[in-house]
């Protein structure tokens, strides 16, 4: 399976219930952009850091909520492609 | 640390004469496509086109140069010309480099050191040439070469860039040699046998050097990531049949502790994974 065509409608309750009991924003989870990002790592860098680059996203997201998603996402791609050229 | 937004342009176009007219991009090296080695090198990139009449994955735009056959020069307009929104930077890349990902990861270590003023860096070769297909462009002076240019079709690359400011980087470790001939690509395959599959990526110190260069440029204290506990929370995501939900997971984990820098992320990993246990797994069709 692509990781890229994830059911993202039928996996949104779970996503739901999980922000819910965290106290996370769900607004905050944009999957197709978290699945690319994940994606890229495991490409360019290695499988396991996959889910440590989506990890990394969040916690900058929330420490700097001012910054650019996009732009967060692009450095940790381009962190992976470093670590994995 | 400046984060560098780019596109990537890769030329495949045309035959390799002297390697008797194979596509170069399918060269295999080690069991990987030529091509696939080289878009390797331009991951990250906002938007990636391949110039030729090659195959290309997902995701990546194929363009032609027009008409066909018309040389590298017109490929990178028709490339150009192909992104939609263009980033402030431009990747350019001939497809029959071997070393494409050691030596662009030069270019975007030096981009840093650019004056204000370049319009681009360019890997130097061995015997010093500049190599404007490894190379990379402020996007608004790659595309004022051309517009000063004129028609680039039969045009050199280097012809159509003499009229920029081009840093020259060097390689380094890294080799910007190209494949012309079947015995450089025997020399190149014969020099750089298959890594055993990722063992260099599976070294727990190389995630940690990621974990470490990815804090850097995010801002974030890379004392406070614990890879291993993430990589034991998304093991438990997916043995509970929910492995698509692996990544979020951990991107909820780290969106609570960013929001929370007081919180113990011991307690809240238990919490987040009691949150996952209760969580309504589709069914499987």
Redesign the interface.
């Known amino acids: 399976m692509?990781?890229?065509d994830?059911?993202a409608a039928?996996?949104r309750?779970?996503?739901e219930?999980?922000?819910?009991?965290?106290?996370?924003?769900p607004a905050?989870?944009d999957?197709p952009d978290?699945?690319q990002l994940?994606a890229?790592v495991a490409?360019?860098?290695?499988r396991?850091?996959?889910?440590?680059?989506?990890?990394?996203?969040?916690?900058?997201?929330?420490?700097?909520p001012q910054g650019t998603p996009s732009?967060?996402a692009?450095?940790?791609?381009?962190?992976?492609?470093?670590?994995?050229? | 640390m400046t984060v560098v937004t780019f596109d990537a342009l890769v030329l495949a176009g045309g035959q390799g004469s002297r390697m008797g007219h194979v596509s170069k991009a399918d060269l295999d090296i080690n069991g990987e496509r030529l091509l696939d080695i080289v878009l390797r090198a331009t991951a990250g990139a906002a938007t990636t086109v391949v110039i030729g009449a090659v195959d290309v994955p997902d995701g990546v735009l194929l363009a032609r140069e027009e008409p066909a056959g018309t040389g590298p020069a017109a490929g990178l307009l028709a490339g150009l010309d192909a992104v939609e929104s263009p980033a402030a930077w431009t990747l350019a890349l001939a497809c029959d480099l071997p070393d494409a990902p050691s030596a662009v990861e030069r270019l975007f270590s030096a981009v840093d050191t650019a004056p204000t003023n370049a319009d681009g860096l360019c890997l130097r070769d061995a015997g010093g040439e500049l190599q404007h297909l490894a190379a990379l462009y402020r996007t608004a002076a790659l595309r004022r070469a051309f517009d000063v240019w004129g028609d680039p079709a039969n045009r050199s690359v280097r012809g159509v860039m003499a009229s920029l400011a081009l840093l020259p980087v060097d390689p380094g470790d890294a080799s910007v040699e190209d494949l012309d001939t079947p015995e450089q690509l025997a020399r190149w395959v014969a020099s750089h046998p298959a890594a055993p599959a990722n063992r260099k990526t599976d070294d727990k110190q190389v995630w940690r050097a990621f974990v470490e260069d990815a804090c850097d440029r995010l801002g974030l204290d890379a004392e406070r990531v614990d890879e291993h506990a993430v990589l034991r929370l998304t093991r438990r995501v997916a043995h509970q049949g929910a492995r698509p939900m692996a990544p979020v997971s951990a991107y909820i984990l780290g969106l609570a502790l960013g929001s929370n820098p007081d919180a113990d992320p011991t307690e809240m990993i238990a919490r987040l994974q009691e949150a996952i246990d209760s969580a309504p797994v589709p069914p499987e069709d």
Do not use: E, K, N
């Open positions: 692509d990781r890229r994830v059911d039928a996996w309750p779970w996503i219930h999980v922000c819910a009991q965290t106290a996370v924003d905050l989870i999957l978290l699945l994940t890229t490409d360019g860098f290695t396991p850091m996959a889910p440590v680059a989506a990890h990394l996203w969040g916690l900058a997201r929330a420490s700097d732009s967060q692009q450095a940790l791609a381009a962190a992976a492609i470093r670590a994995g050229a």
